[in-house]
């Protein structure tokens, strides 16, 4: 079975011990954050309904007015829809009342024919802002794609969000060949996109190594 079949098709627990082990130690992130915070990872059909909406509740908080100035617009039930995704997978972060204070959500998946991981959502309530998190978040995405196997960690960002850009640059994104182009318009103005597709090497695309051994599924 090709590799990123296959690692969709594990269950949650072996996704997790494969692609993030011992990864979800909360010791290093509240090193650096003003926790205590825990991270917990689940799948669109794991996840509960009380996560999903406040994850949701911070998207909209955060970015509803982003995509509704955006060519994407913005509609809470298509985004709820999209939530659910059958190979969308979640790293929640919580506090010591298991209360979500941010989550990031993301998917091993093709794009332009390459195999990446791809970063869905990056949300943070403004409380576990500044402090690494965001950081360290991603970089248990790109461990997700690294020990994947994948080409490259890939995410979109709007053009107006200046301190999202900034972010993603010093973590060593940059733009990617098929983010949106300027397009010059009939009466000669151009049309700037409203969003961009960033990416980031995390190994030189492979010939071979394209399966996994088994799914595991049961």
């Given at each position: ?30 090193a ?15 996840i ?6 406040a ?76 402090q ?87």
């Amino acid at each position: 079975m090709p590799r990123i079949e296959s690692a969709n098709g594990f269950p949650l627990a072996i996704y997790r011990a494969r692609f993030l082990p011992s990864c979800l130690d909360p010791t290093s992130l509240n090193a650096i954050a003003q926790g205590p915070y825990s991270i917990s990872f689940d799948s669109s059909s794991s996840i509960t309904a009380a996560d999903l909406e406040a994850c949701l509740e911070l998207i909209a908080s955060s970015s509803a007015k982003a995509y509704a100035a955006s060519g994407l617009g913005w509609s809470v039930v298509k985004k709820r829809k999209e939530m659910k995704l059958p190979d969308l997978r979640y790293l929640l972060l919580k506090n010591a009342t298991d209360r979500i204070q941010g989550f990031l959500s993301f998917m091993l998946t093709y794009e332009d024919g390459h195999e990446v991981v791809y970063c869905y959502e990056l949300h943070l309530a403004p409380s576990a802002q500044r402090q690494g998190i965001g950081k360290h978040l991603m970089g248990l995405v790109e461990t997700v794609g690294k020990s994947a196997g994948v080409e490259k960690s890939m995410l979109t960002v709007f053009t107006e969000n200046h301190t999202a850009l900034i972010f993603y640059e010093r973590l060593g994104y940059s733009k990617d060949d098929y983010s949106p182009q300027p397009r010059k318009m009939r009466n000669g103005t151009v049309k700037m996109p409203t969003y961009l597709i960033l990416s980031k090497t995390l190994q030189e695309p492979s010939t071979d190594g394209k399966e996994l051994e088994g799914n595991g599924a049961a």
